[in-house]
Structure formats: C-alpha cells, structure tokens
C-alpha cells in the first residue's frame, strides 16, 4: 500500500508520483471524479491500475493518500 502524492502540472493533468519506486505518471482515468466524490480504480498512463476508496468531499491536490495496487 504506497503513499501517492497527487499533484497536477501545468496543463492542469494530474500526475501520481510514488518516491520509493522513483515512478509518476498522469492519470488517465479515475472511476470516481464527481463533486461530491473522488477514487475507486485509478489508472495510469503506463497501463497500471491503483485503488483508493471514494473520498467525500474531493481532497484538494496536491496531496498525499495511500493506494492499494490493483
């Protein structure tokens, strides 16, 4: 179970970044991306898949939340 840090660049893409696998990525998809609600499978520019349990409200980026490799 890593600990992600979410942030999004400048074109406004958010990218998941895990340091002790030295790996970020933009996020391609989330399940979950509404107002009242953020998570779910989370996939990944490289084809991998993350999940993390709905969070109500949305966190505001950039943060720091714990995923579960799918």
């Known amino acids: 179970m890593p600990s992600v840090m979410l ?14 696998k030295d790996l ?20 990944l520019s490289d084809g991998s898949k ?3 349990e709905p969070i109500s409200p949305p966190p505001a980026f950039p943060t720091t939340l714990r995923f579960n490799r799918v």
Do not use: M, Q
């Open 7 to 20: 942030r999004r660049n400048e074109e406004g893409t958010l990218l998941f970044y895990v340091a002790k």
């Open 24 to 43: 970020e990525e933009t996020i391609v998809s989330v399940e979950t991306d509404t107002e009242d609600a953020w998570g779910g499978t989370v996939e």
């Open 50 to 52: 993350y999940f993390i």
